[in-house]
């Protein structure tokens, strides 16, 4: 692309600036028509997307550092928490915090929880094998040491019992997820948060996902501040509240529970700082934007969404049984589906073969006892169109099968296997990234058109590896032009 400025230093007309853009998205998935099942969440709403994006305009120059500045900004933020609250099962003495998304409201659970007990010097925190990645980012961020407990390998939900028994005098944290991001489930709160209680220990339900949509379908299985012992709830604004993406709310049980979460500084000349969430200024485009939306769809708007993304979902559940090859691997507890094949394809082919149809599926790679799987995330616009889904499944299975497995030589996972990543330098992961296809052998990083068979080898390439060299793909990628 041509720099910023013409040559004789003068800016860029609207169109040209206008034109450039609508160029540069045609590389992207599309954000809407329900045809992208994973990273986006589309209501099919076109009056909610449109208020959206006025009341984001309307605030994107506004700064939430300081609530006495802009008091607009907290009025529209306990607002969200109150509704929230409602949702929510929140008892008399709730509070919580608006931040940019789902792993910011992790990091400062975390946080909250760390600092809650500096009496203890290596804090851990007691995580079910299927937590959110994010809870790992907490981890290494804050020092708070993961001890990670295998789900039930039939139903993907967590192991109460086990949770319980890895409890111990260092843990700060217990978690729970309504449901799962890779599968879909809600763990059996009631026990964990009573385990959690019997301890004194703080215990998080990540609703990331499914905080906007359980609390509006009839059967949930209970997870909210109404279960005894649950401390704190997450819930992204982004995802099912079908708001613009960077709002998510983290609430607690009272606000005794908040205040470690809190930050202030007065050791330097300028005006204290004092922040509630990681941010310092934050635009109050993104507020605005979800209480804009929350507003216009309502809980009625709410419940109908909920109902066609519930129904797509068991829809789509009941289409795939039909397929050979293809099963779902734990009956969906909200709206996200996972799926897993037999020995005849494998799941990255049919990622691909999904995608030559138009239809944007994500591959999850092995972990631990897990399978490979591909997430299907169903927004409520992707409800009508489960028929022609299912249509283009059937068809993208029947090539895979043709295709067969895709498959890694044997050598090369060997060595996948044997690498250690802290033995590897630049020019050692320049060569891995060629051999992964990752790069072309120029060095020039572009992403071949078929993926299957570099997700197959990152899928053989042990954890360790397969963050090192992808990490080493984004460095490459993150370069200046
Ligand atoms: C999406 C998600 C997160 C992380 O949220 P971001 O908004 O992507 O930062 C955390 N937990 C669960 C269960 C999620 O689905």
Same mark, same amino acid.
């Given at each position: 692309m041509?720099?910023?400025?013409?040559?004789?230093?003068a800016?860029w007309s609207?169109?040209?600036?206008?034109g450039?853009?609508e160029?540069?998205?045609?590389?992207?998935l599309p954000a809407?028509?329900g045809?992208?099942?994973?990273?986006?969440y589309d209501s099919?709403?076109?009056?909610?997307?449109?208020v959206?994006l006025e009341a984001l305009?309307?605030?994107?120059?506004?700064?939430?550092?300081?609530?006495?500045a802009?008091?607009s900004?907290?009025?529209?933020e306990?607002?969200l928490?109150g509704?929230?609250?409602r949702?929510?099962?929140?008892?008399?003495?709730f509070?919580?915090?608006?931040?940019s998304?789902g792993t910011?409201s992790?990091?400062l659970?975390?946080l909250a929880?760390r600092e809650?007990r500096?009496?203890?010097?290596a804090?851990?925190m007691v995580?079910?094998t299927?937590?959110?990645?994010?809870?790992h980012?907490?981890?290494?961020?804050?020092e708070?040491r993961?001890?990670?407990?295998?789900?039930?390998?039939?139903?993907?939900r967590?192991?109460?019992?086990?949770?319980a028994?890895?409890?111990?005098d260092?843990?700060?944290?217990?978690?729970?997820s309504?449901?799962?991001?890779?599968?879909g489930?809600v763990d059996?709160?009631?026990q964990?948060?009573?385990?959690?209680?019997?301890r004194?220990?703080?215990?998080?339900?990540?609703?990331c996902v499914g905080?906007w949509?359980?609390?509006?379908?009839d059967d949930?299985?209970?997870w909210?501040f109404?279960?005894?012992?649950?401390t704190?709830?997450s819930?992204?604004l982004h995802?099912y509240?079908?708001?613009?993406?960077?709002v998510?709310?983290?609430?607690?049980?009272?606000s005794?529970?908040?205040r470690p979460?809190?930050f202030a500084?007065?050791n330097?000349?300028?005006?204290?700082?004092?922040?509630?969430?990681v941010q310092?200024?934050?635009?109050?485009g993104?507020l605005a934007a979800?209480?804009a939306v929350?507003h216009?769809?309502?809980?009625?708007g709410?419940?109908r969404l909920?109902?066609q993304a519930?129904e797509?979902?068991?829809a789509?559940a009941d289409? /795939? &049984?039909?397929?050979? =090859?293809l099963?779902?691997?734990a009956a969906p507890? *909200?709206? +996200?589906?996972?799926? #897993?094949? $037999? @020995?005849?394809?494998?799941?990255f082919?049919?990622?691909?073969?999904?995608?030559?149809?138009g239809w944007?599926?994500?591959p999850q790679m092995?972990?631990?006892s897990?399978p490979?799987?591909?997430?299907?995330t169903?927004?409520a616009?992707t409800?009508p169109?489960?028929?022609?889904?299912?249509?283009?499944?059937r068809?993208?299975v029947?090539a895979?099968?043709?295709?067969?497995?895709?498959? /890694? &030589?044997p050598?090369? =996972?060997a060595m996948?296997?044997a690498?250690?990543p *802290?033995t +590897?330098?630049?020019? #050692?992961? $320049? @060569?891995?990234?060629?051999l992964a296809?990752?790069?072309g052998a120029?060095?020039?990083?572009?992403?071949?058109e078929?993926?299957?068979p570099?997700?197959a080898?990152?899928d053989?390439a042990p954890?360790?590896l397969?963050?090192?060299?992808?990490?080493?793909f984004?460095?490459?990628l993150?370069?200046?032009?």
């Amino acid at each position: 692309m041509s720099s910023g400025t013409t040559a004789d230093g003068a800016g860029w007309s609207r169109e040209r600036i206008l034109g450039t853009l609508e160029a540069l998205r045609a590389h992207d998935l599309p954000a809407h028509g329900g045809r992208t099942l994973a990273y986006v969440y589309d209501s099919g709403l076109a009056d909610a997307d449109a208020v959206g994006l006025e009341a984001l305009a309307m605030f994107a120059a506004s700064n939430g550092l300081d609530p006495t500045a802009f008091p607009s900004l907290l009025r529209m933020e306990n607002d969200l928490v109150g509704w929230a609250g409602r949702l929510l099962d929140a008892p008399e003495g709730f509070v919580g915090s608006a931040t940019s998304g789902g792993t910011e409201s992790l990091l400062l659970t975390v946080l909250a929880a760390r600092e809650s007990r500096p009496d203890i010097d290596a804090p851990t925190m007691v995580l079910p094998t299927t937590a959110h990645a994010a809870f790992h980012k907490a981890a290494h961020y804050f020092e708070v040491r993961p001890v990670l407990v295998d789900v039930d390998p039939v139903t993907y939900r967590a192991d109460p019992d086990a949770m319980a028994a890895a409890i111990d005098d260092t843990t700060v944290l217990v978690v729970a997820s309504a449901p799962s991001y890779a599968h879909g489930v809600v763990d059996p709160v009631p026990q964990i948060a009573a385990a959690a209680a019997a301890r004194g220990v703080r215990c998080h339900v990540d609703a990331c996902v499914g905080g906007w949509v359980l609390p509006y379908l009839d059967d949930a299985p209970p997870w909210t501040f109404a279960v005894e012992g649950v401390t704190s709830i997450s819930v992204d604004l982004h995802k099912y509240a079908y708001t613009p993406k960077g709002v998510s709310l983290l609430l607690h049980r009272t606000s005794a529970l908040r205040r470690p979460q809190y930050f202030a500084s007065a050791n330097w000349p300028g005006y204290t700082m004092l922040n509630s969430t990681v941010q310092s200024t934050k635009s109050g485009g993104p507020l605005a934007a979800a209480w804009a939306v929350v507003h216009h769809i309502g809980d009625d708007g709410y419940r109908r969404l909920v109902a066609q993304a519930r129904e797509a979902t068991l829809a789509l559940a009941d289409a /795939v &049984a039909e397929i050979p =090859a293809l099963s779902v691997v734990a009956a969906p507890d *909200a709206t +996200l589906l996972t799926l #897993a094949t $037999d @020995g005849t394809c494998d799941v990255f082919t049919l990622a691909d073969e999904m995608l030559a149809r138009g239809w944007f599926v994500q591959p999850q790679m092995a972990y631990r006892s897990m399978p490979p799987t591909l997430h299907v995330t169903l927004s409520a616009a992707t409800a009508p169109s489960v028929p022609e889904f299912t249509t283009a499944l059937r068809e993208a299975v029947e090539a895979a099968m043709a295709a067969g497995p895709v498959t /890694v &030589a044997p050598q090369l =996972a060997a060595m996948a296997a044997a690498l250690d990543p *802290a033995t +590897l330098d630049d020019a #050692a992961f $320049d @060569g891995l990234l060629q051999l992964a296809g990752l790069a072309g052998a120029d060095g020039d990083l572009a992403l071949p058109e078929r993926m299957a068979p570099v997700n197959a080898l990152l899928d053989v390439a042990p954890p360790r590896l397969r963050e090192a060299l992808l990490l080493a793909f984004l460095d490459r990628l993150s370069r200046p032009s």
